[in-house]
């Protein structure tokens, strides 16, 4: 399946940076994958930000269907081309009347990809509009380079290091949605998202997908194959999950995650000193 995005919307990506919305799967569809993460965190304890953070498709099928859904993937294919990893996966959680926010900054500063080709797509799973604090992007900054990032390490950051860079918020553009919609971005484009002032949550998935020749530059990593073929073999493959939180994808998914972690406690601690 492709085609799903038109002539117009490729060329609005390309030239934007962006694209919003499209339509992936019902609203129906959307409160039922909804009420799968929350039945998760009420299981856990845990919010689903702090387990789900890099690798999420690794703790269910489900997830790892959504993933390569055909809507999604195929607009993933209009604007990379036919053969697509995905190298990572987050869900990502803002509480009803929740001050916490995610900085401005672009994911190229740490994604670690060349060349930079990446492109995210963000499933509302409830409705992010102004008032949730829906994504806002900065459009055709993907045509620039990398900005520096600051580190801020502010616990109302729901990026791990806190990172963020300056921008002129006056040429920001929302990108609401309603439950099953997606918004597409490249790496390089300028985002972030605000508080959440509304009464219900703001839930969605994140999934980082880039072309199958793109390289890691952070060493070797993994990645699943969701579409065409892997003709590079840059890439070690993700064990996929067998069935709900299989341990030995949890257990990889983990040593992912801890790897992270390390090396923010490391960028951490040498900012301090």
Known sequence: MTGV?????????????????????????????????????????????KRL???????????VDLARHPRIVSAVQDIIGPDVLLFGCSAFAKNARDPRFVSWHQDSAYYGLDPHEEVTVWLALSRANALSGCMKVIPRS?????????????THNLLARGQKVTVDE?????????????????????????ANMSDDRRIGIAFFYMPAHARSTLGRRSALLVAGEDRHGHWDKDPEPKFDLDPDSLAFMESVWATYRDEATTRQSARIA
């Open 5 to 49: 995005l038109s002539p117009a919307q490729v060329a609005h990506f390309e030239d934007e940076g962006y694209l919003c919305p499209v339509r992936a799967i019902s609203a129906d569809e959307a409160q039922l994958y909804r009420r799968r993460i929350e039945d998760f965190e009420q299981k856990t304890g845990e919010e689903v930000n």
């Open 53 to 63: 953070k890099i690798k999420a498709h690794l703790a269910f099928p489900w997830l």
């Open 142 to 154: 993907h045509r620039g380079p990398d900005l520096v990032h600051e580190e801020t390490y502010d």
């Open 170 to 194: 006056s040429l920001a553009v929302e990108m609401p949605l309603e439950p099953g919609e997606f918004s597409m971005h490249h790496e390089r484009t300028v985002h972030g998202s605000p």
